[in-house]
């Protein structure tokens, strides 16, 4: 089992930057494929980004193509999202989440067994 905690949210306006962190403890760090998802009252929990076991290779929402960067550092036991050039529509609370089971590419919440509380993160206009 492992534990998620997200932080680096927090309020920003039209066109700046975030990097969100999400640190893990437990089981080794390596041996799960990470995502993140995004989601806003009412809707369901959507994917952003998600990496490798190796860090090795990454995909991304056609959505945050481009602006947003997902990276792993499996000796700190982090993962990030650097965002950039954020916009109002990406106002969400944020999760990290690990997948052990699966092939590391997951784009669906069911994907993924473990999941961190969430970092609000707020674009303003």
């Known amino acids: 089992q492992v534990q998620l905690v997200e932080s680096g949210g927090g309020l920003v306006q039209a066109g700046g930057s975030l990097r969100l962190s999400c640190a893990a403890s437990g089981r080794t760090f390596s041996i799960y494929a990470m995502g993140w998802f995004r989601q806003v009252p009412g809707k369901e929990r959507e994917f952003v980004a998600g990496i490798t076991r190796s860090g090795g290779s990454s995909y991304y929402a056609d959505s945050v193509k481009g602006r947003f960067t997902i990276s792993r550092d499996n000796a700190k036991n982090t993962v990030y999202l650097q965002m950039n050039s954020l916009k109002p529509e990406d106002t969400a609370v944020y999760y990290c989440?690990?997948?052990?089971?699966?092939?590391?590419?997951?784009?669906?919440?069911?994907?993924?067994?473990?999941w961190g509380q969430g970092t609000q993160v707020t674009v303003s206009s």
């Open positions: 989440a690990a997948d052990h089971l699966g092939p590391g590419w997951g784009r669906t919440p069911r994907e993924y067994e473990y």
